[in-house]
């Protein structure tokens, strides 16, 4: 029934477009356009709803919206409307998360840029992966996919002659006969002078176009809408969201200011914030009222289901705490996240159980979810769910305290539903939770993961003091229902409609040694990682001190030797980041000539081979000559494809090629390790590995090896981190390493580890999975870079050309979740926030995966916007960077043996670094430690050593008295000191005889195999 009001009230027209016209889920804006409709007409006379219809704007009888305005719960009422109109309305069954790792995503979105045609992509790529296929195969592949161009030939042409006839339609018309301009139209609407008409939706359709032309053609109405917040343009949070969205809530709020009569916001930190911007922009500022939303929920208990029935349902058996809201940037997830995992580590199983109830937005939570997803530590503990209302009511009321720890808002609608319910919430410390909260709440700085933790430890460990807190709540917590909100709308829209009406070196006998370079040598690199480098260098520094090494690579499990003159650049060479690189396109180029890293492509394709048949290489599979062309050609097809296409393939080329990876009884795998040969390498050689094979081809044909005692084999192990920190890794990387450990330690005879602790770690994964634990030895890897002679001006000329204008810190290290660059970054605000000179804040590293979301935060943040500068650095540029920077930074979660610590020691520079085990056995007492997601300790940190440059001295001058160099010449030389005697050891064990030397044990079959080459 209707409210009742003085018959001279105007009419009110509500817009119920948004509503009408949705097929999805009720999100937030859907249940508050419904809620204030079924309040408005409980509680005025005069109130008549209208949605937009094709171009015009038409009356929705009330007899109409019977399932709405008759219904006790809008949520339950829309789902039974859409369940009977047709569309099922339920919830998609995915999650929302892109399956797809971010950096893979951002290279299809880059190559997507190349050209808007999908079918020009399309054609291109075919052309890139036929050039990348081997000869046997470029006729199949032309043949296969000829159909598919014929057809995106035609559709292409029937495209552009579509859009060549839309192009001279003018909008909103049809074809027709005859010339001349149109008239101009008006347009159809029910409103009359003096009306009111207000809009709660948003600018997903073409409404305001036409509402725009209502006033345009002459009728007087008062027009306003309800802005909810400003998060999407504002200046400390619009980088958090997609450039669409910001784009279109731009126009929205720009037409919203400039037409509009009047504005009702979601709270007075919503209308201080517009007004803020509406001054800055120079647009009009319309009369305003700020509202408070509703919330429905914690009015009574409800008929249903037991609670631990619904519990147990939901997975939950111990006593819980939860946060409600969508999965995204700005709500701030990741902190509790971080906060519930270091609760875990003190608590334990005491700890409650954590749920984080609301729907993951793929745009910018798809790291995060992978992570909650994959991280062992929170699994049965952290659970994630999109709860119904009846659920949410359980949840609520059995909870023992909620969290809030947005960056921001408009007007909370979770924080009033937690206090509507007695219930203590641990909130952000920013305004407008304050606005809601009052005293009734705690406030925790948004990123201080430390404070989160613990104080969800001390209500979680102290019942009466909590007790104490929700008896506050309930006696002085007042709940405002939506009935009550949409009282307040009405009588605020009156309020302004009146005020507007009134107002208008090497060793003797040395064994032969033989390094693997597959890694460096045979894939294509664009850059130099931190395990190329450290490969690169171990070869440089090893034929320094033996100048008879050998390298070798293997493809398919087949070993060669390479050739001397192809690593002249690395032995000669005086920029090692530039030297790759130049020998990657020097490599790439003679691919395209014919001549490629790998004899044996050469040798499968030339006349000579009698072996293999065409047909049987066919039947092997198709093989890459050209890995960039067949990587780029790719990439360019899966753009012209629809996105869900891209995660399934995705998904299903990784989740094969783990699959053929791991399986050791697979043909593919019988067949390469029937071809693996090995025989190149001569008897009682020391085989050193430093890089890292990701097919395991080659770790596979030496565990089959049925005379491989006749070599010693050493393998370099950098870290456990993949295994120990899984969820900071590609998924399907995490199995495979542990099946790389696993041959490693069942075949080889020598591990050297990066550090104790990785050797640590190792003996206890190998502990756990059975696997041998041979010999080992622990070293420390260099910690020198090669030094620049340089001038002044020469520097100041490189650090211009990166963008340093100032003083600035220095984080280096691949841009990747482990290395926590996140924590750097929120310092870095954190320390804006506060005032001060802040200086600029460096990182040098290429960007890695699953930093997606954070990447495309921070580089869309204007706050950082050249004072974070992310960049990739040479060596000169680099040995600039270190020499002129105030300090350090290291936060990375977890490390082996840090191969940037050292570098910066050795510059004589502080740094700050992430408080866990190897980082304090490479830096002692002469660094600071922090926890690696303590936001505010990294802030407070970087603050006192910039505000105390006496100390950061001190720092310094202990640094340059302590440090004791230790290059990768003093590395080389420990560990190639090792490789000998160790080899000594192993060859005389097998022998029989003690001494410390001994002679090669010889292979016949080897000796026959090289006896036929």
Not at 904 to 911: D, I, N, Q, T
Not at 942 to 956: F, G, N, S
């Amino acid at each position: 029934m209707a409210g009742t009001a003085d018959e001279l009230e105007p009419v009110l027209w509500m817009d119920l477009t948004a509503t009408l016209h949705a097929t999805g889920g009720v999100v937030g804006i859907i249940r508050a356009e419904m809620e204030l409709a079924v309040g408005l007409y409980r509680n005025r006379a005069n109130v008549r709803f209208f949605c937009l219809r094709g171009e015009t704007l038409v009356e929705v009888p009330a007899s109409d919206l019977d399932w709405l305005l008759s219904s006790e719960n809008v949520a339950d009422a829309f789902v039974a409307r859409l369940k009977n109109s047709g569309p099922s309305g339920k919830p998609s069954r995915e999650n929302g998360v892109d399956a797809m790792p971010s950096h893979i995503r951002t290279e299809i979105q880059r190559v997507s840029q190349l050209d808007v045609s999908r079918f020009n992509r399309f054609r291109a790529g075919r052309g890139l992966l036929i050039n990348a296929m081997e000869p046997g195969w470029r006729g199949v592949v032309r043949v296969a996919t000829a159909p598919l161009v014929a057809a995106g030939a035609a559709f292409s042409k029937a495209g552009t002659f579509g859009r060549a006839i839309r192009a001279n339609i003018p909008r909103g018309s049809t074809p027709r006969a005859g010339s001349g301009l149109a008239a101009p139209v008006g347009v159809s609407h029910p409103f009359k002078d003096g009306d009111i008409v207000f809009s709660a939706g948003f600018m997903l359709n073409d409404k305001e176009r036409i509402i725009g032309r209502v006033k345009e053609f002459g009728t007087k109405v008062y027009l306003g809408y309800l802005i909810y917040d400003t998060i999407l343009i504002g200046r400390t949070t619009k980088h958090l969201y997609l450039d669409y969205g910001i784009d279109l809530f731009q126009k929205y709020f720009e037409w919203a200011s400039r037409n509009c009569d009047f504005l009702i916001y979601g709270g007075q930190t919503a209308l201080n914030d517009s007004q803020r911007i509406q001054t800055e922009r120079n647009l009009p500022m319309p009369a305003a009222a700020a509202i408070q939303f509703g919330s429905n929920l914690g009015n009574g208990s409800k008929a249903g289901e037991d609670d631990a029935i619904v519990l147990r349902r939901l997975g939950l058996s111990t006593k819980f705490i939860m946060t409600v809201g969508s999965i995204e940037g700005r709500k701030n997830h990741e902190t509790l996240y971080r906060a519930y995992v270091m609760l875990l580590d003190k608590m334990g199983s005491a700890a409650p159980q954590l749920v984080f109830a609301g729907r993951p937005e793929s745009y910018s939570s798809s790291d995060l979810m992978d992570t909650l997803k994959r991280d062992p530590r929170i699994q049965g503990k952290l659970l994630v769910m999109q709860p119904s209302d009846v659920e949410l009511d359980t949840l609520y009321r059995n909870c023992e305290f909620t969290m809030l720890p947005t960056l921001y808002e408009g007007w909370s609608l979770t924080l009033p539903e937690s206090l509507g319910y007695g219930k203590l919430c641990l909130c952000s410390d920013v305004e407008p939770l304050r606005e809601v909260g009052s005293d009734l709440v705690d406030y925790i700085p948004p990123w201080d993961v430390v404070s989160w933790r613990d104080r969800i430890e001390f209500y979680a460990t102290n019942p009466e003091v909590l007790a104490k807190r929700n008896a506050d709540i309930v006696a002085k917590w007042k709940n405002t229902t939506w009935n009550d909100c949409a009282i307040a709308l009405n009588k605020a829209i009156t309020l302004l409609h009146n005020s507007a009406a009134s107002a208008i070196t090497p060793v003797v006998e040395t064994r032969p040694l033989w390094m693997d370079l597959s890694l460096s040598y045979l894939v294509p690199q664009r850059g130099i990682s931190g395990i190329i480098r450290a490969e690169l260098l171990f070869a440089r520094e090893l034929r320094k001190i033996d100048p008879g090494v050998r390298f070798f690579a293997c493809d398919r499990g087949r070993a060669f030797e390479i050739p001397k003159g192809n690593l002249e650049w690395l032995f000669c060479g005086e920029n090692l980041t530039m030297d790759f690189i130049r020998f990657n396109q020097m490599m790439d180029e003679l691919a395209l000539e014919g001549t490629y890293r790998s004899p044996f492509i050469v040798s499968d394709l030339g006349d000579h081979t009698t072996v293999k048949t065409r047909l049987s290489r066919l039947q092997e599979g198709p093989k890459m000559r050209n890995p960039w062309d067949f990587r780029e050609g790719s990439l360019l097809i899966a753009s012209a494809l629809p996105t869900k296409w891209q995660s399934w393939l995705y998904q299903k080329a990784a989740s094969r090629r783990q699959a053929e990876t791991l399986d050791d009884n697979t043909s593919a795998n019988a067949s390469i390790s029937h071809r693996g040969d090995m025989s190149v390498i001569p008897d009682g050689a020391i085989v050193f590995f430093a890089g890292i094979d990701w097919t395991l081809i080659s770790l596979k044909v030496l565990r089959d090896m049925p005379d491989r005692q006749r070599l010693f084999l050493a393998h370099v192990l950098y870290d456990m981190t993949p295994t120990i920190t899984p969820h900071l890794h590609v998924s399907q990387n995490p199995p495979i390493y542990l099946k790389f450990l696993e041959l490693v330690s069942n075949t080889f005879d020598f591990i050297i580890y990066g550090g104790k602790t990785a050797q640590r770690d190792a003996a206890l994964i190998q502990k756990e999975n059975g696997f041998e634990s041979p010999d080992s030895v622990a070293i420390h890897f260099g910690g020198d870079i090669v030094k620049m002679d340089s001038t002044e001006e020469r520097d100041r000329e490189l650090l211009q050309s990166l963008g340093v204008t100032g003083k600035f810190l220095l984080a280096v290290g691949t841009i990747e979740n482990r290395k926590n660059h996140d924590t750097l970054y929120k310092a870095y605000l954190t320390l804006l926030e506060r005032g001060g000179d802040v200086p600029q804040m460096i990182f040098v590293g290429g960007q890695g995966w699953h930093t997606g979301d954070f990447m495309n935060r921070m580089t869309r943040d204007d706050r950082v916007k050249h004072k974070i500068i992310i960049t990739r650095a040479n060596d000169a540029q680099l040995d600039a960077l270190y020499r002129h920077c105030e300090f350090t930074l290291l936060a990375s979660l977890y490390e082996g043996w840090s191969l940037t610590l050292p570098e910066s020691l050795e510059y004589g520079k502080f740094c700050l670094v992430s408080d866990v085990e190897p980082l304090r056995e490479a830096g002692g007492d002469l660094v600071d430690y922090v926890l690696p997601w303590d936001v505010m300790g990294w802030a407070d940190k970087i603050r006192y050593y910039l505000d105390h440059p006496a100390q950061l001295k001190k720092r310094e001058r202990a640094i340059k008295r302590n440090w004791k160099t230790y290059s990768w010449a003093d590395c080389a030389r420990d560990v190639y000191a090792a490789l000998q005697s160790n080899a000594d050891a192993h060859f005389a064990k097998l022998a029989g005889t003690s001494t410390e030397i001994s002679q090669p044990v010889n292979s016949r079959a080897g000796a026959a195999r090289r006896s036929q080459r």
